[in-house]
């Protein structure tokens, strides 16, 4: 029965949403491969430039419409995620976020942190753009210990690099 009501809220997407809803779901997938298989040296690199323990940084200032698809885009990745047979936490999420953000050349910073809950610590992920909290949330009840910024700008200096 729940595939039944599933298949009914996809159908009842528009054909755009349908395709980036597959994407969304496809590249969950391909970026819980690369967590599971690489190591985050070498998922860093794809990540933006590196702004860890550079401070907070202004976001830069988006357009209108750059803000309402960066919120259509995380709203889509989150509903991907929710129906993923696979791990589809904050990690795969922002990864998947990250992907469809520069693909639209939105500007984005993706943060990483961690929190204590009793003895252990938690870590979490999350990207925003703007001020839109595109996945994870905004991730104040964090402390940032990595964070990975991308602009059309930043992406080609690391080009001629």
Known sequence: MRFVH???GFVRLGLRDQVRFTAAWFLLGFARLLIILLPF?????????DRTGAGQRP????EPEQLV?????GRIVEAAAAHAPWRSDCYPQALTARTFLALR??????SFGVRRDGD??????WVHAGDVAVTGGNGREYTEVGAFSWSPRSARQRDRA
């Open 69 to 73: 698809r960066a919120a259509h885009i």
């Open 6 to 8: 599933t298949m009914r």
């Open 41 to 49: 040296t070498a998922v860093r690199r794809l990540l933006g430039e």
């Open 59 to 62: 976001a830069p200032a988006l």
């Open 120 to 125: 252990a610590l938690v870590a979490h992920a």
């Open 105 to 110: 050349r939105i500007p984005h910073v993706v």
